[in-house]
């Protein structure tokens, strides 16, 4: 058996009441390390074609990798997986915390829930434990007192929750898993697949060794994370005034601070809503994920009479995205008004880019006379009403009024209203755009359309990052015969499509093992922990070829759900230049974006027309082994 595993992964049949542990040959972990390789190798194998997402066929996985419970520096993170109810393609969410380190010290690898309760339930796991339990005195809460309720009943405080809210429960279709209450699975809608499971939470508790090869080895690495996170990460250091709000800033002067819908240009008064600013009048303190020194996460605290201005602690603080979805999307100003939002996102598990856009998206369509106060109840939604931003939400997660028709999100609500609304539906595979502007990162663009869930910033590169020498291009260039300098931002050229190819392999190798994106490893730094850990010798090019094989396994998942090469497109209005602001005159032909998007399909040796995986590829990666 392969070190960092247990040869176990868990099957709970919530309709039968079955718990069964399969117990995979070490190939299975050597190929796909954890996390979306291996989501989307169990959902080939165990999910009938074209199932309903939100009916009790659909699997719910939780999948670590082999790195969490080992203590490595940014190990703290896990994956959630299934078929997303709001796309019908891959359902793939990454997440930090501790959740992902407690579930395998508790002796598992991955957990798959299959079918449906007869009545809400949780799963107690702890130490090769078992329970199905239930759950109706915790369905309708939020997600802090179910948490509190959970802990008490079981007596424990270390108890780590996953969890579900009244999102979640009514199906609001990117409904989120909501971790330690601050940390979100938030993408693709799983939330709605584990509320259609009547499954309120996963509570674990682990207490277990977990065996590893060469601990000196995983220590060196450690030892240089240690040593160097401070300089290289400067941004994330501990310190007040850090993190990733500081991205508002960051991109506002660029043009990059996506606005009204990513209708406008530029974002009016931007340190309105910036880091600083939130640092400035609310910062209560700072918190991590297991095994992480940098302590990126803001905590926010605010007292008010009314409960709607009132910053709860437990639920952290906002991270950019939150700010810009949430806040320059809708054109908000108002930093309390969109940290409360975000704050009850997490309260009721949803999305915060999700729900954001989809909000902005209303807003558009009231601004532009799509909807008028007839369609929306008596309710009118103008861009920058901070107290409609709020009020929306739990509208959305509760789908009273006309948050019932956008919990649907942007593309069903588009197809409802009409071709008049196309030109701001923002989704790609169905799934709302994040908050990075594709005029200012063009491989981005290509990130978004090519990533198997739908527009994603995580499994994808930032142009920004290699335009400048640094550690991206540092790290690209340790693998390449031929040096690659910075490259501008405004192309798409053969030298930033070596560097997409490479880089997004690396962010898809990193969800399966589940480290944080923000650290600075290199390619060798995780080839040496991952070969420390198992007892099984990584090079380089095996770790990227760790991340092929889950972009490859998800390409076959969704083109056996149906997806074609005519979805993997960019909104046009993304693509089009403004004629002011920073990026006046800077857009994406569709001349290039086809050509980078053909190049993407060749250097995964995938078929250069449609996509598909070729013999060839499936042969290189050995995914004929698994297949």
């Not at 595993?5 to 542990?21: A, M, N, W």
């Not at 490595?72 to 109810?85: D, N, W």
């Not at 579900?164 to 409904?175: F, K, Q, R, S």
């Not at 991109?251 to 400035?280: I, V």
């Amino acid at each position: 058996m392969l070190g960092g595993t247990h040869g176990k992964i868990l099957h709970v049949d919530l309709t039968s009441g079955r718990i069964e542990v399969e117990q995979p040959a070490d190939d299975l972990y050597r190929l796909l390390v954890g996390g979306r390789a291996l989501v989307s190798y169990l959902l080939l194998r165990d999910l009938p074609p074209r199932i309903d997402p939100l009916g009790p066929d659909n699997l719910l996985i939780f999948a670590p990798g082999i790195l969490q419970g080992t203590n490595l520096p940014g190990a703290g993170r896990h994956g959630v997986g299934g078929k997303s109810p709001l796309s019908g393609a891959l359902g793939s969410s990454e997440v930090g915390g501790w959740w992902g380190h407690e579930f395998k010290r508790a002796g598992y690898d991955a957990l798959v829930i299959h079918g449906r309760a007869p009545s809400p339930v949780y799963l107690w796991i702890h130490d090769g434990q078992v329970e199905v339990r239930p759950a109706d005195h915790l369905w309708g809460l939020t997600t802090a007192p179910t948490q509190a309720a959970i802990r008490a009943e079981l007596q424990d405080e270390r108890v780590r929750v996953a969890q579900i809210g009244p999102a979640g429960e009514n199906g609001v279709l990117y409904a989120a898993v909501i971790h330690d209450l601050n940390r979100a699975a938030g993408r693709n809608g799983l939330g709605a697949v584990m509320g259609s499971k009547n499954l309120k939470a996963v509570a674990v508790r682990g207490t277990g060794d977990l065996a590893v090869a060469d601990r000196a080895r995983v220590t060196r690495v450690a030892r240089w994370l240690g040593e160097n996170y401070k300089e290289m990460m400067g941004w994330a250091a501990e310190g007040i005034g850090r993190g990733t709000q500081d991205g508002v800033m960051g991109l506002a002067p660029l043009g990059g601070l996506p606005t009204r819908n990513f209708g406008k240009p530029t974002f009016d008064h931007p340190e309105l809503l910036s880091g600083e600013r939130n640092y400035e009048m609310f910062l209560k303190g700072r918190d991590t994920c297991q095994g992480c020194p940098v302590r990126c996460k803001q905590v926010f605290q605010h007292e008010d009479p009314d409960p709607y201005r009132r910053l709860d602690p437990v639920y952290g603080g906002a991270e950019y995205e939150a700010m810009a979805a949430l806040g320059s999307c809708c054109d908000v100003r108002d930093n309390l008004a969109v940290l409360k939002a975000n704050e009850l996102c997490n309260a009721y598990g949803l999305d915060a880019i999700s729900t954001g856009m989809s909000i902005a998206f209303v807003m558009e369509c009231f601004e532009r006379g799509v909807l008028t106060r007839a369609d929306t109840g008596g309710v009118e939604f103008r861009w920058g009403d901070g107290e409609r931003l709020v009020r929306a939400v739990e509208e959305i997660a509760r789908r009273e009024g006309f948050g019932d028709v956008m919990a649907q999100g942007v593309a069903r609500m588009s197809a409802r209203f009409g071709p008049a609304s196309e030109p701001f539906n923002l989704t790609i595979k169905g799934q709302e755009l994040p908050m990075h502007e594709p005029r200012l990162k063009p491989a981005m663009g290509v990130g978004y359309a090519v990533a198997p869930v739908g527009a994603d910033h995580q499994m994808n590169m930032h142009d920004t990052e290699y335009a400048q020498e640094g550690d991206g291009l540092h790290r690209v260039n340790a693998i390449l015969e031929k040096p690659i300098g910075p490259v501008p931002l405004p192309v798409l050229n053969e030298e930033k499509m070596q560097i997409f190819y490479h880089e997004v392999n690396w962010a898809h190798f990193l969800d399966c093992a589940l480290i944080c994106q923000f650290y600075c490893y290199e390619y060798a730094h995780l080839a040496d922990a991952l070969s420390g850990v198992t007892g099984v010798e990584y090079g380089v090019r095996d770790v990227l070829a760790v991340g092929a094989r889950a972009q490859t396994l998800a390409r076959l998942f969704n083109l056996r759900e149906g997806f074609t090469a005519a979805d993997d497109r960019l909104p046009k209005r993304v693509m089009t230049a403004f004629e002011s602001g920073p990026l006046a005159g800077i857009g994406i032909s569709e001349e290039d974006f086809l050509w980078a998007r053909r190049r993407f399909y060749e250097l995964m040796k995938w078929d250069a027309e449609n996509g598909a995986p070729t013999d060839e590829c499936l042969r290189e990666l050995e995914l004929d082994k698994l297949l």
